[in-house]
Nanobody, 120 residues
Framework: QVQLVESGGGLVQPGGSLRLSCAVSGSIFSSNVMGWYRQAPGNQRTLVATITNEGITNYAASAKGRFTISRDNAKNTVYLQMNSLKPEDTAVYYC??????????????WGQGTQVTVSS
């Protein structure tokens, strides 16, 4: 059984920084794309950033220049370094992993979410 466990959320003042982590555990044959999404109250879940197993990254416009996604393939862990945080970054942040099995099929998994609140 695959589990995604996020950590690192919390309360931070505007202009501050946070680093989110998401560790994937369980039966993993291959870890393909991993990413972070967020959902603010009353809004849909939206992309923040993704990273492939080769390190190719993709960012939402709102995240470019402020957030950095990275991964440690040996630890099956993905990170999101968030700098210059703004109140509009307040949301529940979710980790997503697309994992492959030995037959070549891919499966999508989500973490439980971690709250990020940016407020003075």
């Amino acid at each position: 059984q695959v589990q995604l466990v996020e950590s690192g959320g919390g309360l931070v003042q505007p202009g501050g920084s946070l680093r989110l982590s998401c560790a994937v555990s369980g039966s993993i044959f291959s870890s393909n794309v991993m990413g972070w999404y967020r959902q603010a109250p009353g809004n849909q879940r939206t992309l923040v950033a993704t990273i492939t197993n080769e390190g190719i990254t993709n960012y939402a416009a709102s995240a470019k220049g402020r957030f950095t996604i990275s991964r440690d393939n040996a630890k099956n862990t993905v990170y999101l370094q968030m700098n210059s945080l703004k109140p509009e970054d307040t949301a529940v942040y979710y980790c997503k992993a697309i994992l492959g099995d030995a037959r070549g099929y891919e499966y999508q998994y989500w973490g439980q979410g971690t709250q990020v609140t940016v407020s003075s």
